[in-house]
């Protein structure tokens, strides 16, 4: 079983509508959650974190954690075709010094 | 303040050589923690670095190893290249390991083993 797992997409949504990107991790002591967007051709870039239970918003995305059913959850509201990237959920806990990636969902927001 | 500065940008090996590939983090910043990307596997963790010492290790051959020196950049080799290791090489830069605080990418280094 792998420690973090993400659907590989793609996953399409039209422009506007609003983007659900889930992760599934097997360490129950995991601390940290991150979401990372990565562009093709570019580098991961953080943009968000959660730590707790429950819903963390800023602007147009909120990451959702469940740590009871080790789940941990993106929505991105009014997608637009700039949010096509890759989606990679991390998760920082009981696994030593490092961050611990799923393999990435695709997004597509059609216009 | 400058970022995570990855060298080179491309290489292009053959089968059997080895390569060295380097990474300055952002100043200020102690660890250096490299990471393989493929198409298939996504982001594998390789190693951490933190003040000259592995602190850390993933599951990787031997062939693949690094270093940190005492302004914290950080080099990563790998001898006797195979196919498989072409791929998209990451390294990442944090005060002290944990992305809580920070944990900045390089734009990364694209080895092609022919």
């Known amino acids: 079983q792998k420690e973090v797992e993400q659907n590989s997409g793609p996953l399409s949504v039209p422009e506007g509508a609003i983007a659900s990107l889930n992760c599934t991790y097997s360490d129950r002591v995991s601390q940290s959650f991150f979401w990372y967007r990565q562009y093709s051709g570019k580098s991961p870039e953080l943009i968000m974190s959660?730590?707790?239970?429950g819903d963390k918003e800023d602007g147009r995305f909120t990451a959702q954690l469940n740590k009871a059913s080790q789940y941990v959850s993106l929505l991105i509201r009014d997608s637009q075709p700039s949010d096509s990237a890759t989606y990679l959920c991390?998760?920082?806990?009981?696994?030593?010094?490092?961050?611990?990636f799923g393999a990435g969902t695709i997004l597509r927001v059609k216009s | 303040k400058a970022g995570v500065t990855q060298t080179p940008r491309y290489l292009i090996k053959t089968r059997g050589q080895q390569v060295t590939l380097s990474c300055s983090p952002i100043?200020?910043?102690?660890?250096v923690s490299w990471y393989q990307q493929t198409p298939g596997q996504g982001l594998q963790f390789l190693f951490e670095?933190?003040?000259?010492?592995?602190?850390n290790k993933g599951n990787f051959p031997g062939r693949f190893s690094g270093r940190q020196f005492s302004n914290s950049r950080s080099e990563m080799n790998v001898s006797t290249l195979e196919l498989g290791d072409s791929a998209l090489y990451l390294c990442?830069?944090?005060?002290?390991?944990?992305?809580?605080?920070?944990?900045?990418f390089g734009s990364g280094t694209r080895l092609t083993v022919v």
């Open positions: 991390a998760v920082w806990g009981e696994y030593g010094n490092k961050l611990v």
């Open positions: 100043s200020g910043h102690r660890s």
């Open positions: 990442a830069s944090s005060l002290d390991g944990q992305p809580n605080y920070g944990y900045t």
């Open positions: 959660i730590y707790s239970n």
């Open positions: 670095y933190f003040s000259e010492t592995q602190r």
